[in-house]
């Protein structure tokens, strides 16, 4: 086992100018001056205990965060495999996999690992994204060590009993349906099919379909498990209350015999071709109070270039309360209870979208006012605007280290796309270098209105003629049975 | 000037834990003072990460509306952003987020509650905006604020009621649960011709009557100087004039006496069934019972209901069930939706069975000990996050609102968990979710496909 230690984030000092105001401490208890805002104080930087990172006899890497606020520890196990890596036809093998783990695992069954977990106080959760899955444990740290062998059961010797699939797969094809009513989850599904088609992965939902859950086998899901879920293909990552001295020799008891089979080999799914002509799609869900809208095409990969100025562009275009999109259609329009836009980053190109639920009589009304900001974010932003989004990102940022869940989270982040070690120390200072000219190149680049794909979900009989008054490209109706795929 | 100032100091919360179970008490050091105005202030230090949290409650719900403004409490919370004397529309939000800040607010029965969560740096700014908007909020009110808001509102209402589904059922139990009159009788997002007929005058009659300091209750909590951080809350909020007092809500008693059953038809696909009893209010007797009863049947793969319906019968889809704990009486509320091809009738039939069963011979000791275990590790989960809606600052002050004006109620809380056993969860189920005084209440798709 070797140890090696490094800053997550050393104590740089954030130089962030607000307005121009830099002081320090008020003089004391004074008569309120509201004539302006009071000064800021010096932005204080986040001092993080340091990733200690060691690896397990058989090479599984483990990276750990103490934080002794509260005896708590969290411990994710991330296995780099996920939606993203279900084989053509099998769309939905990956997370049917993950949500399988904890039906049965070691010698107990689906019952005893529940019934055990919570007689521990722990939290088990098994899950996966398009591109990873992960087993990841909550527990008092007290029970730390009652709770690591159940998850090492788990997370490395599932049993993937049949009766336990089948329900699993009727669970599944039941949420499947009740989509149907749903305006709110049919529209991320019809949204990624008119953007990716049918045969590329993200044009499909995580879970897959209805034809290839009812294929699945239990052997399907073995075989996936054991081809991807590899101590060379993994990685724990622990935070919370807990020491590396306390923390080694449990982990090696309970993950240390997990042997990897050979050599993962994974391939990236190919960018999906952009679009290039704009269209609209209205699913058709009558007597529907508000129209659900999403417009957006393919988006970028987590490793673009481009990621700092891309999160200062959506900050400003739709990422937070006071963006464009949410001024606009919410505050000065009212038409909505809040509108957003973001960049779906993966290994691969993900969508970009921007959307909001509307009211039906104002849908049309909506969408020219979304169209309107999409295509005004590439003329040049104000210095004001620029500095408020980036001071949002950079100062906002230690808040996002409180709890061991966070701490995890952003490890994970790290580990999933092998970000470079000085990721989080850099981030400030990297969002504080975008500037106006980038971002309005990124705009440029990344948003294109007149290619993108618009999908709405609402009373088409109320909404439609509206919709094609707008001119905004060719119109295509369908039914909420043909939405889903 | 008068000065009152209570300091309260405790323990700090780094608790290492026993080899064998948690059991060394939860406590949350916090300073304690009120202003002359009446504004109770609660501070508590948390220097883990640079954020501090500004966390206020007033003590006005929707069950201090009136008749014909229904929702009004909350259509107030919505104004409480949109700017005051000497902060224009929309510099609440742009100040904040230029400062690293995030903010937001919610309104239920019984309270409104703000929360800013910021840099340390940035405590004086979050302090200044809130303490303008306490004092001065009707000096740039206007009518077109309030239309501006109750279009936006009317959307939440659309978005989560009318265009979710089973969304009109939690408007249609309130109703049937609370007799007419009584304050929870009605929705908290309120009706929407009381939306509506909401008016300027309305909330000038509203902010004066509500949310005077007296009725409120301010947390700072996080990486504070606790010296510096009471100076700087007297200096803004100092000077805010005292409110007359307000009349505790009274609410005419509320018993179900009888089966109160009705079916509604959605834009759904599986029919759900919906069981509601009123039940003891907030931290009375029978309320921590019920939260474990809660558990007993309907959490986790082993909880009865849940196994027997979900993971045997596999007639429904998902179970829930929990205590709504709140002021003035609570209600347990266990939901079921059906499989297709299975009906509300038949989860009905189960459920009462599972029901009949725990009144009879108590749970086994493991269920409950479960149930305890759960609750446990879920208030140190608690400790973790100094803001937000879930986080210390805003549990100090629902402590101080609803235990007595204890702001560290957090091992006493706990307490009434830990102490419970399996015939106490028997006897509350008992005497309080009986088969023949409730709400059932079903919603059956439209049209069957």
New interface residues.
């Given amino acids: 086992m070797t140890v090696s230690s490094r800053f997550l984030l050393p104590a740089a000092t954030l130089v962030v100018l607000?307005?121009g105001l830099m002081t320090g401490?008020?003089r004391?208890?004074?008569?309120?001056d509201?004539?302006r805002?009071?000064?800021?104080?010096?932005?204080?930087?986040?001092h993080l205990s340091p990733v200690a990172r060691a690896t397990l006899s058989n090479g599984l890497p483990v990276w750990l965060v103490e934080?002794?606020?509260?005896?708590?520890v969290q411990v994710n196990l991330v296995v780099h495999a996920g939606s993203a890596d279900d084989p053509a036809g099998r769309f939905g093998l990956a997370s049917l996999t993950a949500a399988m783990l904890d039906e049965g695992a070691g010698g107990r069954t689906?019952?005893q690992i529940?019934?055990e977990v919570?007689?521990?106080?722990?939290?088990l959760a098994t899950g996966s994204s398009f591109d990873a899955s992960a087993v990841r444990l909550?527990?008092?740290?007290?029970r730390l060590g009652a709770a690591l062998p159940l998850m090492a059961d788990v997370a490395v010797r599932p049993t993937f009993p049949e009766d336990e699939l089948n329900?699993l797969r009727?669970?599944r094809l039941?949420?499947l349906?009740?989509t149907?009513?749903?305006?709110?989850a049919l529209v991320p599904l019809a949204f990624a099919r008119a953007v990716f088609g049918p045969e590329h992965r993200f044009g499909t939902g995580a879970v897959g379909t209805e034809a290839t859950l009812k294929a699945f086998t239990t052997a399907d899901l073995a075989a996936f498990h054991a081809a991807r879920f590899q101590p060379s293909n993994a990685t724990l990552i622990v935070s919370g209350?807990v020491t590396m001295a306390a923390l080694l020799p449990r982990l090696e008891e309970a993950f240390g015999g997990w042997k990897s089979q050979g050599p993962v080999a994974r391939a990236d799914v190919p960018p999906a071709p952009q679009l290039t002509a704009g269209s609209i799609t209205i699913v058709d869900?009558p007597?529907?109070?508000?129209s659900q809208i999403r417009l957006g095409w393919v988006g970028v990969a987590r490793d673009t270039p481009d990621y700092f100025v891309l999160q200062v562009l959506n900050t400003i275009l739709g990422g937070?309360?006071?963006s464009r999109l949410n001024?606009n259609l919410?505050?000065a329009?009212?038409?909505?209870?809040g509108a957003s836009s973001r960049f779906d980053m993966r290994r691969s190109p993900g969508p970009f979208l921007a959307g909001a639920?509307?009211?039906t009589d104002k849908t049309a009304e909506a969408l020219r006012e979304f169209f309107n900001e999409l295509n005004g974010i590439s003329k040049p932003v104000g210095a004001e605007e620029l500095?408020?989004?980036k001071?949002?990102?950079?100062?906002?940022?230690?808040?996002e280290?409180?709890?061991?869940?966070d701490l995890s989270e952003h490890l994970e982040e790290l580990a999933v796309y092998r970000l470079p070690d000085d990721f989080f120390a850099s981030y400030v200072a990297n969002i504080q270098a975008v500037t106006a000219d980038q971002v309005r190149a990124a705009a440029e680049r990344y948003i294109r209105p007149g290619s993108f794909a618009v999908v709405v979900v609402g009373d088409r009989a109320k909404i439609e003629p509206g919709i094609r008054a707008l001119g905004l490209g060719p119109v295509r109706t369908i039914s909420v049975d043909e939405a889903l795929p | 000037m008068r000065r009152r100032t209570a300091l309260i100091l405790l323990v700090l919360?780094?608790?290492?834990?026993?080899?064998?179970?948690?059991d060394r008490p939860i406590h949350v050091a916090y300073r304690q003072f009120t202003l002359a105005n009446g504004l109770n202030v609660i501070l508590h230090r948390?220097s883990?990460?640079?954020?501090v949290a500004v966390n206020v409650w007033y003590h006005v719900g929707s069950a201090n509306e009136r008749p014909g403004r229904t929702g009004f409490a909350h259509l107030f919370e919505h104004l409480m952003f949109e700017g005051s004397?000497?902060v224009k529309e929309?510099e609440f939000?742009?100040?904040l987020?230029?400062?690293?800040?995030?903010?937001n607010g919610s309104t239920t029965n019984d309270r409104t509650n703000y929360v800013i969560?910021v840099?340390?740096?940035?405590l004086?700014?979050a302090?200044?905006?809130e303490?303008?908007r306490m004092g001065?909020l009707l000096d740039t009110m206007s009518p077109q604020r309030v239309?501006?808001?109750?279009?936006?509102v009317?959307?939440?209402r659309?978005?989560?009621y009318?265009?979710?589904?089973y969304g009109m059922a939690s408007i249609e139990i309130d109703k049937m649960l609370w007799p007419e009159g009584h304050p929870y009788n009605w929705p908290v997002i309120g009706y929407m011709e009381d939306l509506t007929a909401a008016s300027y005058d309305d909330v000038v009659r509203f902010f004066k009557q509500y949310y005077a300091p007296g009725n409120a209750s301010l947390v700072v909590a996080g990486?504070i100087d606790l010296v510096?951080t009471q100076?700087?809350v007297?200096?803004?909020f100092?000077?805010i004039p005292a409110g007359p007092p307000v009349p505790p809500v009274t609410a005419p008693p509320a018993e179900l006496t009888s089966v109160r059953r009705k079916t509604l038809t959605d834009?759904?696909?599986?029919p759900r069934l919906y069981l509601a009893w009123i039940t003891p209010k907030i931290f009375a007797p029978g309320d921590a019972a019920l939260d474990v009863a809660s558990s007993v049947l309907a959490?986790?793969?082993?909880s009865r209901i849940y196994?027997r319906l979900v993971?045997d019968e596999?007639i429904a889809?998902d179970v829930s069930a929990y205590q709504a704990s709140a002021a003035l009486g609570s209600s347990f509320q266990i939901v079921a939706t059906a499989?297709?091809g299975h009906t509300a009738d038949e989860l009905q039939k189960a459920i009462d069975e599972e029901i009949a069963r725990l009144k009879q011979a108590p749970p086994d000791a493991?269920e409950v000990?479960?149930?305890i275990?759960?609750m446990?590790?879920s208030f140190?989960?608690r400790?973790?996050?100094?803001?937000g809606f879930y986080g210390k600052a805003n549990q100090l002050n629902q402590y101080y609102m609803s235990a007595n004006g204890n702001p560290d109620f957090f091992a006493q809380d706990l307490g009434r968990y830990t102490s419970l056993t399996a015939s106490d969860v028997q006897a509350a189920i008992a005497r309080w979710l009986p088969s023949d005084a409730r709400v059932e209440l079903v919603v059956e798709?439209e049209t069957n496909?």
């Fill in positions: 607000i307005g401490l008020p004391g208890p004074v008569a309120a509201r004539s805002p009071p000064r800021l104080g010096s932005p204080q930087a986040l934080s002794h606020e509260v005896p708590l689906a019952l529940a019934d919570e007689y521990l106080g722990a939290s909550n527990v008092p740290v007290s329900r009727q669970e039941t949420a349906i009740q149907k009513s749903d305006a709110a209350d869900m007597s529907a109070e508000q937070s309360f006071t001024q919410r505050e329009h009212g038409y909505s209870y639920g509307v009211q500095t408020k989004a001071n949002y990102l950079a100062l906002g940022f230690p808040a280290f409180e709890t061991t869940d | 919360t780094a608790v290492s834990l026993g080899a064998q179970a948690p948390d883990s990460v640079p954020v004397k000497h929309g939000d742009t100040l987020e230029a400062a690293g800040g995030d903010n969560d840099p340390a740096n940035a004086e700014l302090l200044y905006l303490s303008d001065y239309d501006g808001q109750r279009d936006v009317k959307n939440e659309r978005q989560s009318e265009n979710q589904p990486d510096r100076a700087l007297q200096k803004w100092g000077e834009r759904v696909q599986l959490g986790g793969k082993n196994k993971y596999q889809q499989r297709p493991r000990q479960r149930a275990n759960q446990e590790a140190y989960r400790l973790e996050r100094v803001g798709p496909r």
